[in-house]
């Protein structure tokens, strides 16, 4: 199987769906000639012409708004934020217009638009580049949100989030760009990752590590610690925060009896305690410990040189897990 | 007949005033089939400032009556409103904020469905935008601007010659939106129409607290023509907007049109306008309401009778009492209405929702069936 890695199956995914669906189209900062701050749409400007991928004057509240007015005109926008931190001036489109939009108009006018958000830290980042920023979109009905762990999931997730009839929000973990996997990019639309289908990565008993983006990678590796002393933990990769695979994840914990989020996002009203409640509601008589959280603090993401003070890690996982273990 | 565009120097701005073409009594006719009007036109033009005058009264009224949750009156701007409209071509689009019943009415839209939106029975008003080319009730500031702006930009790649008018208050002019929406649509050579009701007032806030530059100069520094137009002149309104958007179809060159116009109401229904601005100040613009204003025009050119007046009055009347009847006629929508539409497909998290709240519903007999008359 050919080495593929995130970046490139991201930019697969964007020559695949410009070529199936000839009303999509790519717009904002950098993503023509540059190809994007991290290359993601490399190619693709040359390819498709300036029509079809363009470069926005650098205002991201526009970017969204006027997706909002290309859906009105048929077109299916795949608009980039560059990074995490520059996505706030586009929430009151986001969150006013874009999620809202289906509903007020009676399902009359949808917004079949991706916007695709570099996100969260772990890659020695500068300030503003490397938050978490996903409750606030998955806190918004009308949306849809998604973030992959994989390079193969990434091609996948952004081939569905491009042919959704709703609008999608693509958090792309940026500390797992350039990390390398083996897999096939297949052209076309296929089970694998269909939107709001978790999967479990490693089966276990003992546990249910859930988690999603960039910490799917770091629950894995507490997993393989944990084999060592003979504790069997299963991974769940969300994929889908909204919609959410609630069968997938009571499942699971039926399975283990006991369960740890992990996100990079600080702990208050983070998604992890929308996974917890979630649990709490459809799996409370099979729990055999409380619903922990491993995530990052309640601090503004920390420079770089201290981030890993700040990053959720296995050993963090697996202090979680020695403590719901033994409960 | 003057028109202030960022060609001229701000000392001949000033002498000149706004872009003006209905003549006060004793000035010369002005040319009008450089406007590219017929007579029946300009009693079109009348008749629908007409209608909207008294759709907008009753809409008020039925607000106090408590038909309505509440309504941004609309009087004092009738010629803006109807005179940009009136300028387009049906296939261009447009894109209202809030107080724009008056372009609805130009529209053909059904004001019942229009004004779901203020009797709180649907957000955004239950009319097709895609039919009549007149989109949603916009209520976030400014926000509308961008997608006016999207929609050029995405016709324009289509090869389809049009033009989107998008309508804001001088309040707008500070937001963020704005800006951005002038800067893309010169950046990218959209067929955009910005146009500007300044009615002096963002709710309290007075024009000379909002912004210091005038209006329409702003555009300069976008890079495309600003004009200033007396926006309770009905034919100056429509020339200013017609060759707007000309410009934007032939040319992909934005306009940004200020309408120098007053809100003779308050903000809305539920605003106290006595508590920041004076009787002697709205008594002032009273005196240039824009209906009466042009039909006195229209009496002394001889271009409308006696007949004509009666007949439009007859007809406005009927217009205003099949809204009222309509408005009161319509029930709040279905309980299953609340969960329609958020997304293409209900998500199994929302489906239980759903299933509580008409559990709920049935167990309280507020099951939809309130929505039968609607």
Redesign the interface.
Known sequence: MPEVTMVKALNEALRDSLSEDDRA?ILGEDVGKLGGVFRVTDGLQAEFGP?RVFD??L?E??I????????????HPVSEMQFDGFSY?AL??VI??VA?Y?????????MPLVIRIPYSGGYGGAEHHNDSPEAYYAHT??L?VVTPSTAVDAYHLLREAIA???PVVFFEPKSRYWSKEDGELADGHDDAAPI?KARILRSGTDCTIVAYGAMVAKALAAAEEAAQDDVDLEVLDLRSL???D??ALAGSVRKTGRAIVVHEAPMTAGFGAEIAARIMEDAFDFLEAPVLRVTGYDTPYPPATIESHYLPNAERILAAVDRVVNY | MSQRSIDHSATEDEREGPLRVLPVEGEPEPDLTALGLKDQDLRELYRLMALTRRADLEATALQRQGELAVYPPLIGQEAAQVGSAFALEESDWIFPSYREMGAAVVRGIDLVEYLHFYRATWHGGTYDSNAHRFGMVSVPVGSQILHAVGYAMGAKLDGISLCSLVYFGDGATSEGDFHEGCNFAAVFRSPVVFFCQNNQWAISVPLSAQTVAPIWRKAEAYGFPGVQVDGNDVLAVYRATREAAIRARDEGLPTLIEAVTYRIGPHSTADDATRYRSEEEVARWRSKDPVERYRGWLIRSDRADQEFFDGVEEEAGEFAARMRAGVIASRPRPVEELFEWVYAELPETLRRQRDEALEFARRNGRDGSEAEHA
């Open positions: 189209l029509d926005t004057p205002a509240a526009a969204a708004g006027v997706s909002v007015g290309l859906c009105m005109a048929g077109w001036p009151d489109q006013s217009h809202k289906r509903y007020r108009s009676r399902g009359r006018q949808p009905a009308g849809k959704d009839p709703d709001g909204v919609p959410l609630v069968e």
